[in-house]
């Protein structure tokens, strides 16, 4: 579950970067995530976003990744569906797994800007 907590226009083309704090499970080890997106929009009503990002474990271990999706509008934004992929990196023992991991995740964005997500290990 996550909400974003900060946005700030980047050009006139609607570019946005936003701030988004997340709380979950890794492992099932409980976790916070904090990630920096950059979103552009596309002409279709879509919106491609990048962003880059710090996972961090109750126990103080922690991760970094990159990720890239899309976001499909579901009404008056932010409301929307996202698709993405997200790649890891770290050099905690607990978590060396991410390592060799992609996740693909699929999420919904709430009219409060609050959304749910859920990570799957491509396979």
Known sequence: MGKTT?????DDNGTVEM???EKGNVFG??????????GKNRPNGMQY??????????????ATLTM????????LPPRSSVRGATIFN???????????????????????SSYT??????K
């Open 68 to 75: 890239s999706g899309i976001s499909i509008s579901k009404g």
């Open 90 to 112: 770290t050099q905690a023992p607990k978590l060396a797994r991410l390592n060799s991991v992609v996740c693909v995740f699929e999420g919904e964005v709430s009219e409060d």
């Open 6 to 10: 900060g946005m700030r226009v980047l």
């Open 29 to 38: 080890i409980e976790c916070t995530l904090t990630l920096t997106v950059v």
């Open 19 to 21: 701030t988004l704090e």
């Open 117 to 122: 997500i859920k990570d799957w290990e491509w």
């Open 49 to 62: 976003s990048e962003g880059r990002g710090i996972l961090i474990t109750k126990d103080g271990d922690a």
